[in-house]
């Protein structure tokens, strides 16, 4: 969540920041109501610390009279005597309703984040150049024909939104994902394998409960009365493995990634730049993740990105990185860059590595601190995250950019002894 000390000091800034983000009398709205409760909230705990105190000088002056032989003064008379459970219980209220105000606030853009959607992302980097491919066959085509992807058996067995990966494509796919992990463990992230089950708790903590509460699958409250859906992202999952801890500050930053299925309500695509493997409720993705200094967060930003770049640069594929605006990035991120690979058959790019910063955004949900040694003051941590990478849409992008005019598609130089050939071609062939 936000500060609250931030938007009692400088209520003007944090409004423009949020206008990137929302309507402008909406942001009023909820600062209004904010800052209200807030002040409720001061209000009462004064009053309890108050009559806590005038309870306090009761139980005195009660001894104070047996000692000395007289009637003690009765506390039912003082006029000024508050029910301290009244006041208590409405505290709870009052502190539940501001925390639920300011959970639904989004976090504060960076300034050089600019508002609006997808209309005004900007392109700030191309690598490489777009491929010529002769008669162009999409990603779905090629993946039937040379057996790679089984589309009507993943329905069969799922539903709209599955596949199941056959022969050449499954083991493209796993070595895609364990190319990923050497790589990863060799800019020194640790490896985690978190379960796939997470509860409501860590959801909140990411920021994408409870606006996107709705966007998981839930388990029903019979058989999981605490609350537990399955994972949207990995992310979810290493932030929320380390809610409630304090950290030294001589572990940050602290790097881990994960790999994991990802599963996700959204619709299936079904425009053509959505096709086959590109939108669906499950697939595979590996995550990075840095818990670090408020002063170390940008450049762990930029080494992110940069990391995840070369991943793709590895794989020889053209893409750019694009900085997103305001109202195309997550509600919880001050900053996004996407980097975007190049779909022949389409013509357009496609997000296969979001790589944000989310200042404390986060660790305030989460409440994850750190220490300065010797000090007894904690502060929050920043988180940034990145997939690194999703692999069913650096799948299709694989298929197309590598192409062959004989239907044939050659396989990224990196990932051939993992799959023991350096083209694939249809079965039987």
């Given at each position: 969540m936000l500060d609250m000390e931030l938007i009692r000091k400088d209520r003007d800034a944090v409004a423009v920041a949020l206008a990137k983000r929302l309507d402008p009398a909406e942001v009023t709205r909820a600062l209004d109501e904010i800052q209200e409760l807030d002040q409720q909230r001061r209000t009462l705990i004064g009053e309890i610390d108050a009559e806590r105190q005038r309870r306090k000088a009761e139980a005195r002056a009660y001894a104070e009279a047996k000692r000395a032989g007289v009637e003690p003064p009765s506390a039912e008379d003082d006029p000024e005597r508050k029910p301290l459970a009244d006041l208590e219980a409405?505290?709870?209220?009052?502190?539940?309703?501001?925390?639920?105000?300011?959970?639904?606030?989004?976090?504060?853009?960076?300034?050089?984040?600019?508002?609006?959607?997808?209309?005004?992302?900007?392109?700030?980097?191309?690598?490489?150049?777009?491929?010529?491919?002769?008669?162009?066959?999409?990603?779905?085509?090629?993946?039937?024909?040379?057996?790679?992807?089984?589309?009507?058996?993943?329905?069969?067995?799922?539903?709209?939104?599955?596949?199941?990966?056959?022969?050449?494509?499954?083991?493209?796919?796993?070595?895609?994902?364990?190319?990923?992990?050497?790589?990863?463990?060799?800019a020194g992230y640790d490896f985690l394998l978190p379960p796939h089950l997470l509860l409501d708790s860590a959801g909140f903590a990411a920021g994408q409960f409870p606006k996107f509460y709705d966007d998981v699958y839930h388990l029903d409250r019979e058989s999981a009365p605490r609350g537990q859906f399955l994972l949207p992202t990995s992310e979810t999952a290493i932030l929320g493995a380390y809610q409630d801890e304090i950290m030294d500050v001589r572990q940050l930053p602290l790097k881990r990634f994960a790999y994991t299925p990802c599963y996700r309500r959204e619709s299936a695509g079904t425009h053509s730049d959505e096709r086959g493997t590109v939108r669906g409720h499950q697939f595979n993705k590996v995550e990075i993740f840095q818990f670090t200094l408020p002063e170390q967060a940008e450049a762990a930003l930029e080494e992110m990105v940069s990391h995840a770049e070369s991943l793709v640069e590895g794989l020889g594929l053209h893409f750019q990185r694009s900085l997103l605006a305001a109202g195309d990035a997550s509600a919880s991120m001050r900053k996004t860059l996407d980097i975007e690979v190049y779909m022949p058959s389409t013509g357009k790019y496609k997000e296969v590595s979001s790589v944000s910063w989310a200042g404390d955004y986060q660790a305030r949900r989460a409440s994850i601190r750190y220490r300065e040694p010797g000090s007894k003051q904690t502060r929050f941590v920043h988180t940034l995250n990145g997939s690194a990478l999703a692999t069913s849409r650096l799948f299709p992008a694989i298929l197309e950019q590598y192409q062959q005019a004989d239907g044939s598609v050659l396989v990224p130089e990196v990932l051939q002894d993992k799959i023991g050939t350096d083209r694939l071609v249809p079965p039987g062939r």
């Open positions: 409405e505290l709870g209220q009052v502190q539940d309703r501001l925390r639920a105000t300011m959970s639904e606030l989004p976090n504060l853009p960076s300034d050089d984040v600019v508002p609006g959607g997808k209309e005004a992302n900007r392109v700030v980097r191309t690598f490489g150049s777009v491929p010529q491919v002769d008669k162009v066959r999409d990603h779905v085509e090629l993946s039937r024909a040379l057996g790679l992807v089984d589309y009507d058996r993943g329905v069969k067995l799922g539903g709209s939104g599955f596949w199941m990966y056959t022969g050449m494509g499954a083991r493209l796919e796993w070595a895609l994902v364990n190319w990923f992990v050497e790589q990863h463990v060799k």
